[in-house]
C-alpha cells in the first residue's frame, strides 16, 4: 500500500518508460480506477529492451490484453499512446489494429481530448547513446555520447543498419514538429502535448553529473505554441537529479514523472480545469511550481 500522496478524485493520469513491466502496468490500471480518470496517458517505451519479435509478443501477449480488458469495464477511461524510442517501430501496426475502442496513437497527429481540449503526440527523440533509431531524430547542437549508427525496423519485422550521417535534415526531429504545427489550428486550445523526450534545459533532461540532455527543437516548439500542458519521459532518472518532476516554459507546465525500473509506479495525475491545483505525482506529491515569470 502506497502511503503517499492523498489520491483525489483526476480527469488524467499519465506515465511513461514503463518498459514492458508488467507489475507497472497492472499498478496504472489499478491506480486510473481509483482515481476515476476519464483519460489514461502513456508516454512511450511501452515494451521491454528487446528484439522486434519480443516485443511484439509482449503487446500480444500481455499489454494489449490487459488494456482490451480494462477497456471494456464500465467507464473505463481513453487511452492514448505513442511508442518511445525503445519500442521497435516495426510493431505499430499491431497496436493500430488492435481493435481496442478508444485506443488513441497520437504521435504527429492532434487529436481532441476531454471535450473541450487536444492532444498532440511526439513519440521522437533527438539522437541518443543507444542503437535502436526507428524514433530517434537529428537536431544541431547535440552534444554528449550520441551515436549516429544504428538499426531500424521495417514492416516486414527485419531490422536494418542505418546511419544519421549525411542524411541529417532529412531526419530532423523539426520536421515532426512542422507536421504537428501544420496541424494546430487556432481553435485547437486548450492542447496538451505528450512528447517522449522533454525540451532542453529545464529540470525534465537531467542525467546524472547535472547535464541537460533534452531536445531544443521541442523547447522551441513548446516556447513557441505554448499548450497548456506538455507531458514527457525518457530521461527516467531527471526527477530524481534535479529533484522536481514539474517545470515551467512559459505559461506551459511541463512534467516527467521519471520512471525506475523494479519499484513503485511513477505517474502523475491531474484535473486540466485546475492544473496547477490538482497536478500530483505518485512518489514525490503535489508540484512544486515556481510563480509563473512576468
Ligand atoms: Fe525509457
Known amino acids: 500500500m502506497n502511503p503517499t ?3 483525489q478524485k483526476a480527469d488524467v493520469l499519465y506515465t511513461a518508460d514503463l518498459h514492458g513491466s508488467r507489475e507497472l502496468y497492472a499498478e ?3 491506480l486510473a480506477r481509483r482515481l476515476g480518470v476519464r483519460a489514461v496517458i502513456l508516454g512511450g517505451d511501452l515494451a ?6 519480443e516485443q511484439r509478443g ?9 488494456l482490451r480488458e480494462f477497456r471494456e469495464e464500465k467507464d473505463s477511461p481513453d487511452i492514448f499512446y505513442i511508442m518511445g524510442n525503445d519500442d521497435w517501430r516495426a510493431n505499430l501496426p499491431v497496436l493500430l489494429d488492435s481493435g481496442i475502442d478508444r485506443f488513441h496513437h497520437v504521435h504527429c497527429v492532434v487529436r481532441p481530448f476531454q471535450g473541450a481540449s487536444w492532444i498532440a503526440g511526439l513519440g521522437s527523440v533527438s539522437l541518443t547513446p543507444f542503437a535502436l533509431k526507428d524514433w530517434e531524430r537529428w537536431e544541431e547542437g547535440l552534444e554528449g555520447p550520441v551515436r549516429h549508427d544504428g538499426f531500424r525496423s521495417r514492416e516486414d519485422g527485419s531490422v536494418q543498419p542505418f546511419d544519421f550521417r549525411g542524411r541529417e535534415w532529412e531526419e530532423w526531429i523539426g520536421r515532426d514538429l512542422e507536421v504537428i504545427g501544420r496541424e494546430l489550428k487556432p481553435d485547437r486550445s486548450p492542447l496538451v502535448c505528450a512528447f517522449h523526450g522533454p525540451p532542453h534545459g529545464t529540470a525534465l533532461d537531467l542525467i546524472h ?3 541537460h540532455v533534452g531536445s531544443r527543437e521541442v523547447r522551441k ?3 513557441a505554441r505554448q499548450p497548456l500542458l506538455s507531458l514527457h519521459g525518457h530521461i527516467h532518472e531527471s526527477p530524481a537529479v534535479s529533484g522536481r518532476f514539474a517545470d515551467r516554459l512559459g505559461s506551459t507546465i511541463c512534467v516527467n514523472p521519471g520512471q525506475r525500473m523494479g519499484s513503485t509506479l511513477h505517474a502523475v495525475w491531474f484535473r486540466l480545469e485546475d492544473l496547477e491545483g490538482s497536478l500530483t505525482h505518485s512518489l514525490l506529491g503535489p508540484a512544486k511550481l515556481d510563480a509563473p515569470a512576468t
Open 5 to 7: 500522496p492523498v489520491e
Open 209 to 211: 553529473g547535472e547535464v
Open 28 to 30: 496504472a490500471v489499478a
Open 58 to 66: 509482449f503487446f500480444q501477449g500481455f499489454l494489449l490484453p490487459l
Open 48 to 53: 521491454p529492451h528487446a528484439t522486434v519479435v
Open 221 to 223: 516548439f513548446l516556447e
